[in-house]
């Protein structure tokens, strides 16, 4: 069953603009990962937030985690064209050796 | 993906015959996966191992079954292929569980006609 909810499924934005990708869970989580994937290929790992921690950067991405709210959301900023992709959210439960659990992914188009 | 390949890219088989899907790695991580991805559901697990000869069960592992005799080998098939099993057969490494990403392959799209 799906752990985590991305929030909206697509999103349109101009080039430049920032764009915000939510992601809900369910349960508690060791940690929190997002992924990028271009239409074809795999995922790409973009950052992991640990549970005890409340925000993270990488570039221009700026994950937040609030394990109170079980909610993330990912930040790009000054969006640009190589931007448009989908976007993964996926939990880490820990505990045993079974995967990630993935959320059915935010479709972010930038327009040029 | 840099590490990690997966053979074939494209396949079309027939209901009922068996398929066999590679995942092969350079980077003797431990921990290896097979999700598929199909629109409307993300990824789902299918099956997972944490060492060779361990494998186990993922959420979606009903008419699937895997093996690895080696390290860098994690071999998923489909027992007698169904048209439901029409997807992106994606795999997945990891060295560790603890807080570390995944390398995804670039996938294997079948196609069960």
């Known amino acids: 069953s799906q752990q985590g909810e991305e929030d909206p499924q697509a999103l349109s934005i101009q080039e430049g603009e920032n764009a915000t990708m939510n992601c809900s869970y369910k349960t508690s989580i060791n940690n929190l990962q997002w992924y990028r994937q271009n239409s074809g290929r795999g995922l790409v790992h973009l950052i992991l937030?640990?549970?005890?921690?409340r925000e993270k950067h990488s570039g221009r991405l700026r994950v937040t985690l609030d394990t109170s709210k079980k909610s993330s959301s990912l930040l790009i900023t000054a969006s640009r064209a190589a931007d448009t992709a989908s976007y993964f959210c996926?939990?880490?439960?820990?505990?045993?050796?079974?995967?990630?659990?993935f959320g059915k992914g935010t479709h972010l188009i930038i327009q040029p | 993906d840099a590490g990690i390949t997966q053979s074939p890219r494209h396949k079309v088989t027939e209901t009922g015959t068996p398929v066999t899907l590679r995942c092969h790695q350079t980077?003797?991580?431990?921990?290896m996966y097979w999700y598929r991805q199909d629109p409307g559901h993300g990824l789902r697990l299918i099956h997972y191992?944490?060492?060779?000869?361990?494998?186990d069960k993922g959420e979606v592992s009903d008419g699937y079954s895997v093996s690895r005799s080696k390290t860098e080998d994690f071999l998923l098939t489909l027992e007698s292929a169904t048209s439901s099993q029409t997807s992106v057969y994606f795999c997945a490494i990891t060295p560790n569980r603890a807080g570390y990403g995944y390398t995804f392959g670039s996938g294997t799209r079948l196609t069960v006609v």
């Open positions: 980077e003797n991580h431990r921990y």
């Open positions: 937030i640990r549970s005890n921690e």
């Open positions: 191992s944490y060492g060779v000869k361990d494998t």
């Open positions: 996926a939990t880490d439960a820990g505990g045993g050796a079974d995967g990630l659990t």
